[in-house]
Each structure stands twice: as structure tokens, then as C-alpha cells.
């Protein structure tokens, strides 16, 4: 088991910047690509960025590519998101996920297990 804990969301303008971090307890948390979705209301839940094992490959959507930068700290057991240049449409609940494989995956059924989600609201 896995258990993930979210933190840093928030209400900024546009063009702010963020820091979302996602701390994990229990299992081994090397052993997990990570990633960050989000879900805006009445939409579903989608792929942000992951983060491999250890940290050396990293994948985004296109709608955040050049802003959002997913890294991770094997040693503090959390992974991070820092959001650049954020726009109203980046507004949702913002979950990280751990996926019991190398890589992480794109969809959300790939990913074993999540945390409760912290809310990032953009205003414009």
C-alpha cells in the first residue's frame, strides 16, 4: 500500500507560478513512476506529467509542455510539479499517482494508487 498526500494548491492570477508536492509513505517510493493528473469539473480525469523511477525521463500532455516540470526526491519520498505561466484553463483538482511500473503511464487506469487531490484555481 501506498498512501499519497498532496499539497500546495491554491488561487493565483494568470501568469503566476505554483508548486504542487505530493508525499508518499508506506511502500518502497523508488520503485514507482509517479504522475500528475487533473480533473476539472465535469471533465475527465487527464494526464499532466510523469516522472520514471528514477527520475531521469519525464513526460508531459502538450497543453503544459514548456511550463510544468515534474521532478521527484527518491529521498524525501515526493514528487513535485512546478507550475510556470499558469492559465485559467490549467483550474482543476490536481491528484498525484503512483504506477507500479518503470514508466509512468498516460491513463489513469495505469496508476495503483492516488492521493485526495489538491484544488489550483487560475482567475484571469
Known amino acids: 500500500q501506498v498512501q499519497l498526500v498532496e499539497s500546495g494548491g491554491g488561487l493565483v492570477q494568470a501568469g503566476a507560478s505554483l508548486k504542487l508536492s505530493c508525499a508518499a509513505s508506506?511502500?518502497?517510493?523508488?520503485?514507482?513512476?509517479m504522475g500528475w493528473f487533473r480533473q476539472a469539473p465535469g471533465k475527465e480525469r487527464e494526464f499532466v506529467a510523469g516522472?520514471?523511477?528514477?527520475?531521469?525521463?519525464?513526460y508531459y500532455s502538450d497543453s503544459v509542455k514548456g511550463r510544468f516540470t515534474i521532478s521527484r526526491d527518491n529521498a524525501k519520498n515526493t514528487v513535485y510539479l512546478q507550475m510556470n505561466s499558469l492559465k485559467p484553463e490549467d483550474t482543476a483538482v490536481y491528484y498525484c499517482?503512483?504506477?507500479?511500473?518503470?514508466?509512468?503511464?498516460?491513463?489513469?487506469?495505469?496508476?495503483?494508487?492516488w492521493g485526495q487531490g489538491t484544488q489550483v484555481t487560475v482567475s484571469s
Open positions: 499517482g503512483a504506477d507500479r511500473s518503470p514508466i509512468p503511464g498516460g491513463e489513469k487506469d495505469d496508476y495503483d494508487y
Open positions: 516522472i520514471s523511477w528514477s527520475g531521469s525521463s519525464t
Open positions: 508506506g511502500r518502497t517510493f523508488s520503485n514507482y513512476a
